[in-house]
């Protein structure tokens, strides 16, 4: 089997002349964490239905572990399973019937269903409310019932949009742990996020997406060297008159006693000499390195 | 390869919906039909002149079960498709390794299976009325089959293209219902002026209640070799441009 779960080449995708996804290309490769992250309107549902049958496209090709996801669509669709952001259930049924009658369209027979369904329900915490119906159950059980159908028929890439979007911070937690245990446990992951801190913590590699166009895709950690900004503010004991020579060269900022440098953190011990060769008494050091949310502000906000 | 067990998993999807609102879904019918028999039936029918040698009640009894038939038929396929898409759970469907044929072929089964026991039904409750003797039993059960298959496919069509609830109405309202009307349910075209009956002879309703007159009481008013292979050609045509829809995703693919 290809070890490309999913390509995307030069995906179109246009709604009422207006181009949500504009001629994007990205491989997203077997076992991968990949976040696709990106503003509202970014184009980044668009392509999860593109690729998951939802949507129509305009032009492009995608394939699903070598799948044409239009001419094999039905081997392509076998391969996914979706979280979609919206709840869509079948209100004719009632939470176990859900799941059973989703992994029957796959083909899988009743019994084995509804052993699934048991097993994700319990993994889930929402064995309980087997019986009831959706309008039963608040928002935070209808994500855990969302997560649970997309895994139902076991899919070899779960494809999550937005899955911790309005969910406390106890399910956020433990959907990550699951999740990075999921990924550990072969499941490519594509997952699209407002939380970049969702991402920061989960993700291999990164698409950063903006009206509908890549900004950025790289390895996490490569794009956050890349692109990361240092900050090092150091409290002086009393406030500078004057700035000394070997000082000025840097990128800095005075603001009352604390002198700060926005430089590489690497930086740090020449500039700790500068200062302490003009006699200067320091009294705290404090360092914070840009996160994958402040690059993405930034990314979005310059592109 | 088939996807028997997802395609038996969406037809029974589609059977469970409409059993489940039973008193929605099958009672209304059946209401309907005792009332028409009664008062068109039993106690204006006594009045009337008997129509090709049988008695007027018994003339429409197979008019009221292909009314009945056509009606549920098309109702079931046209709502279900046109919910799933309004509250977006067709997406489960969309997303799912079942081929477009075995999409349409499930929901059109859930609508036959629907016509079937509707037409069990007004048949049951006909039984008061008339003898039940049926004249060509293997021509009656496939005569409701291919119909409740034609509108099955044309609610699907119609629950696609309808946007809010009252387009969906539209086509039930205006063209089902008065093409049903006007088909010969309460009627015999003998009774119309001339006119009216090349209007009645373009009518697709007029054949097939004919034909279900035909074979469960004998006598007939068409052509048969003619409308039976319109019957057909209607079927398979609506068929596959059902499944075409789904193929090209007309309003359920973004």
Known sequence: MNNIAISIKNLVKNYDGTEAVNNI???????????????????????????????????????????????????????????????????????????????????????????RAKELMKLFGIYEKRNASIRALSGGLKRRLTIARALIHKPKILILDEPTAGVDVELRHYLWDFLKKLNKEGTTIFLTTHYIEEAEKLCDRVCILHKGKILEIDDKKKLMKRFAKSQIAIELKDKLKTIPKNIKKYNYKIDGNNLIFFEDKTKINEILNSIKKNEIEIVDINIESSSLEDIFINMVKNG | MVNWIGFYTLTKREISRFLKVWSQTILPTAITTLLYLFVFGFAIGRILPDINGITYLEFIIPGLLM??????????????????????????????????????????????????????????????????????????????????????????????????????????????????????????????????????????????????????????????????????ILAVSFFFFTVYLFKIGYKIRR
């Not at chain 1, 990106?38 to 496209?57: D, E, M, V």
């Not at chain 2, 498709?81 to 799912?96: A, D, H, P, R, Y």
């Not at chain 2, 696609?160 to 015999?188: K, R, Y």
């Open chain 1, 25 to 115: 290309s990205f491989d997203i490769k077997q076992g991968e964490f990949f976040g696709f992250l990106g503003p509202n309107g970014a184009g980044k549902t668009s392509t999860i239905n593109a690729i998951t049958g939802i949507a129509n496209f305009n032009s492009g090709k995608i394939e699903v572990f070598g799948s044409d996801v239009v001419k094999d669509y039905r081997k392509a669709r076998s391969y996914i399973g979706l979280s979609p952001q919206e709840f869509n259930f079948d209100p004719f049924l009632n939470v176990q019937q859900i799941l059973v009658y989703q992994c029957g369209y796959y083909g899988i027979p009743k019994a084995i269903c509804t052993k």
């Open chain 2, 67 to 232: 009314m009945g038939l056509i009606t549920s038929t098309y109702a079931n396929n046209s709502t279900s498709i046109f919910m799933m898409k309004w509250l977006n759970f067709i997406e489960g469907i969309l997303v799912s390794p079942l081929s477009y044929i075995e999409m349409v072929g499930a929901f059109i089964l859930g609508g036959i299976v629907r016509g079937l026991i509707i037409g069990t039904v007004v048949y049951l409750i006909s039984l008061f009325f008339y003898s039940g003797s049926i004249f060509n039993p293997i021509l009656f059960i496939s005569l409701m089959i291919i119909v409740s298959l034609i509108f099955s496919s044309l609610g699907l069509i119609t629950g696609l293209w309808a946007e809010d609830w009252d387009q969906l109405n539209i086509w039930s309202t205006f063209i089902i219902t008065p093409l049903v009307f006007l088909g010969g349910v309460f009627h015999s075209i003998s009774l119309v002026p001339e006119s009216l009956q090349i209007v009645t002879k373009m009518n697709p309703i007029f054949y097939m209640v004919d034909a279900l007159r035909y074979s469960m009481l004998g006598i007939s008013e068409s052509n048969l070799a003619l409308g039976l292979p319109l019957i057909i």
